[in-house]
Each structure stands twice: as structure tokens, then as C-alpha cells.
């Protein structure tokens, strides 16, 4: 494959991560309505899992946004500091990820 090929590859990836991510993220919504009429006493038991699927949404807004940069010619070491999930880019890069200018990992819930 030429680079120019793996470069639109990569491009049309990110793309349709972006639009697979816009449409979990428009289920953000729905979500909070389910919750509001989730019984109190099933709330705690609810509640990691709507986290987990808002840390699904910051997992996969990271690997488009890597895909992305790579499909933009970025280089690799460069590309990897847009992921902001410190595990993600531990993950991705066996434990030698972009360093200490990364962002701290803190997943932002509900933002």
C-alpha cells in the first residue's frame, strides 16, 4: 500500500470512528432520561455502568483522534499524545507511551 493510500485508509477510519462515536454519544441523552427514572434503589448498581459507557465514548474518541492524526501524516510519537486516557496509551504503546507532557489520564465523566 502507498502512504498516500494508507494515509486515506486511515483518514476514512477515523471518519466513520467519529460518526460511530457521534452516535453513542447522542445516546448520552437518552441515558440521563433512563437514569432520572431508574428506582433510587437500583441507582448504585446503575450508575457503573453508565461509566463505563462514558469511558467506552472517551476510549473511542482517543483511538479516532490517533487514527486521525496518523492518517494526517503525523508522526507516531507525536500522534500519541492525543490520547488523554493514560491506560489507553499504555495499552497502545506497551507501557512506552508519549511521556510526561500526556495528559494525566483523568477520565472525565458526564462532560
Do not use: N
Not at 437500583?42 to 476510549?59: E, K, W
Not at 490517533?66 to 492518517?71: K, N
Amino acid at each position: 500500500m502507498s502512504v498516500d493510500r494508507d494515509q486515506i485508509l486511515l483518514s476514512a477510519v477515523a471518519d466513520e470512528m467519529g460518526d460511530i462515536r457521534a452516535d453513542f454519544d447522542s445516546l448520552s441523552g437518552l441515558i440521563t432520561e433512563l437514569m432520572a427514572w431508574c428506582p433510587p434503589e437500583a441507582r448504585a448498581d446503575a450508575l457503573p455502568q453508565v461509566q463505563t459507557f462514558d469511558l467506552l465514548l472517551q476510549r473511542l474518541e482517543g483511538l479516532s483522534g490517533l487514527v486521525a492524526a496518523l492518517g494526517a501524516g503525523v508522526p507516531i510519537d507525536v500522534a500519541l499524545h492525543v490520547l488523554t486516557l493514560s491506560d489507553q496509551a499504555a495499552r497502545l504503546t506497551g507501557g512506552f507511551g508519549p511521556g510526561p507532557s500526556a495528559v494525566s489520564g483523568d477520565v472525565m465523566l458526564f462532560d
